[in-house]
Structure formats: C-alpha cells, structure tokens
C-alpha cells in the first residue's frame, strides 16, 4: 500500500510541475482516446455524424488524436475533421529545430516558413481514390500564425466546428476552456481533476452545463523524447452524454455504512461528522455516502467521477474554492474558508443532496 500511494504522490506532483513549468508538451494514448471516445458512440451512434471536428494543439507527427479520428472517419460518418498544431519556433526550438520527415518528404515543406508557422490538417474527401476516406487522405498546409488556439485564425476554425476534442496545454486550462465556451461549442478535453473546482468551471459542472467523462485518475502520457510520464488526477471533461453519467451509485444506508463499511473511518461510528464551519456532514468516501441522510453532504471532489444528476443535486463547493460557491452554507464568522472537523483542515470539498430529499 505505501508503494502505491508514493506512486500516486509522484505522478501528482509531475502533473503540478508541468504546469508550473509551463512543460505541456506530453501527448495522450491512443488507446485512452478509443476508450473515451467510444463512450460517446456507445451511448449515442449518431453523435458524430455530419459534424466538423476540430482538433486544436495537435500535431499528427506527434499526436494520436488526428490519427484516430482520422481512422474512424467513416465509421464515425464524419463531414469533416480539422487539426492545428503550433509553431515548432513558438515552442522553444528556435535555432536548434530541424524538420521532420513528415516535412521534407512533402511538396509543401517550406524552409521559410516551417519554423514559425503553425500547420493544418484537412480530411474532408477521398484524395487517394481508394474507395474510402481515411489518415492516407489527410492534407496539410501552413498556418498564417504560429497556431496558438487564441489567434483569430484558429478561432475561425473553432467558429467552423461542431465539436472540439483536444488535450490542451496544462497551463493554459482555465483560458482553453473559456475559449471553448466563448463559442458555445460541444467539447471533450483533458484536464486536471482539480481543475473541477475552479471559479471558471465549478459553476458550470453545478450548472449541468459540463461535466466529467467516462475515465478519470492517473494515466500514463508520452513525452515529445519518447518517455512515459504518469500523470496523476487527469480527468475528460465534457458536454458530450455518456451512459455512465446516468447510473445511480449503489450506496448502503446510513446505518449499514456504521455496520459494514470497508473504510475504518466510518465503521463502528454511531455519526457522521459535522463541520466546524460549514451546515453540512463530512463524508470522505464516495461510496460512504448515505442513501437516506436528507441533508446536505460535503463529499471529495473525486465524487464527480459517479456523479448522476438524477441522483444528486450539487448545492455548492468550499469557499476557499471561490467566493460565494459554498451558496449560504459556510459559518462566516470561523474565517477560515477551508473546510474543517474538530479544528482540523481538510482537502477541497463540494456539497452535495440526494434529489429525492430536494422538494
């Protein structure tokens, strides 16, 4: 048990250190991309079908993405797909930037322009006339700019869209996001699990407006040299429906979680905590959840990962997550925003109430 939990210590702080570091560079799985995605085709055939999708910070050369979707282009009855990536110059290379195969192989390779150009990639029709439209059909061009997402080149792309599915820049989360619901676009991208409770995205996840996809927790990233890198509490962030979202959890009443719970810190109690600053229990465990407690519940933020709004309604987060989120639970007069039992602090919570006991 130590080992697994240094494990995830590790891979959290690695995920901290790329944003901190501004270090985004770290490419998804392919097989992660085909697991998430075929939630959505799972719960909806159709969900793709005549839609533009942009694939925006990615780059083909590097990037599973494009090739996925490039794959399942058919299958998916596609109209078109689209991927940016962004300015090898723009992303530190400078003098020491060489260009790839992909580049000197093609008859667009620019030596004028390859560093500091941004490129796009089209699939929208059989180039090769081999009956089907696939990755061997994909073209590619230069990019005016650099590729940054912000640029109004890209935005025009966004504007063009149907849907986005991108893992954006760490660093630049709060900013993509906001980019995404500028245009009031459908999306599915990756992100920090924590970002859940950020005053640009906690309002929408209480809103119904987005919430979490299928996969959450550590999962293994590839760097630009090649490497493994374990980030930890990554999660899907999306507006896309999936099935998962709509299964009620399996959850023991208030008594039979003091009986039989597996968690030490709920079994043989006669009560659940209370806070010392906020109207609410603290319960740690999602799956020590009470299914007949009618009041209102501080759980981990973790919990949105079984998340059902058909079981739940999310009342509001801890203060110190942002002002005004806790919506009138929080005891002004402790000051201290964080949540608290028995004088001690613990980690960020959000509140939530069985819907059921909502009148």
């Known amino acids: 048990m130590p080992k697994e939990n240094n494990v995830k210590k590790s891979s959290n702080k690695n995920l901290h250190k790329a944003k901190n570091d501004k270090n985004d560079e770290f490419y998804t799985q392919y097989n992660d991309i085909q697991k998430e995605i075929q939630a959505y085709i799972d719960y909806n055939p159709d969900v793709f079908r005549g839609k533009t999708i942009l694939l925006p910070c990615d780059d083909p050369e590097w990037s599973n993405f494009t090739k ?30 060489k260009p790839t195969l992909f580049e000197v192989n093609n008859p667009r390779f620019d030596t004028t322009k390859t560093s500091k150009n941004g490129k796009i990639f089209i699939l929208d029709h ?13 073209e590619w061009n230069y990019l005016d700019g650099d590729g940054d997402f912000r640029s109004d080149e890209v935005k025009a792309l966004r504007d063009e869209a149907d849907i986005i599915v991108t893992n954006p820049p760490f660093s630049l989360f709060r900013e993509f996001l906001a980019w995404i619901v500028e245009a009031d676009k459908q999306f599915v991208i990756i992100g920090n699990m924590n970002a859940i409770t950020y005053k640009e995205v906690f309002p929408l996840i209480k809103d119904n407006k987005i919430w979490l996809g299928i996969s959450s927790g550590g999962k293994t990233y590839i760097k630009p040299d090649g490497k493994e890198q374990k980030m930890g509490n990554t999660c899907w962030f999306t507006n896309l429906d999936h099935g998962r979202r709509h299964q009620p959890l399996p959850l023991m009443t208030m008594a039979d979680n003091f009986k039989f719970s597996k968690h030490k810190e709920i079994r043989g109690k006669t009560s659940y905590e209370k806070y010392d600053n906020y109207y609410a229990i ?78």
């Open 68 to 97: 996925f979707f490039a794959q399942n282009f058919e299958r998916f009855k596609l109209k078109k797909l689209i991927s940016t990536s962004y300015a090898n110059e723009s992303k530190g290379f400078n003098g020491d930037w």
């Open 126 to 138: 059989d180039t090769s006339n081999d009956g089907k439209i696939d990755i061997d059909d994909l």
């Open 282 to 359: 603290e319960v740690p465990f999602t799956d020590a959840i009470p299914n007949d407690y009618a009041g209102v519940m501080g759980v981990p933020i973790s919990f949105l990962d079984k998340y059902s709004p058909e079981q739940f309604n999310i009342v509001g987060a801890t203060e110190s997550e942002g002002k005004g989120f806790s919506n009138g639970l929080w005891e002004e007069t402790s000051k201290v925003a964080q949540p608290m039992v028995n004088k001690k602090r613990i980690y960020k919570r959000i509140f939530i109430q069985h819907k059921k006991a909502v009148k």
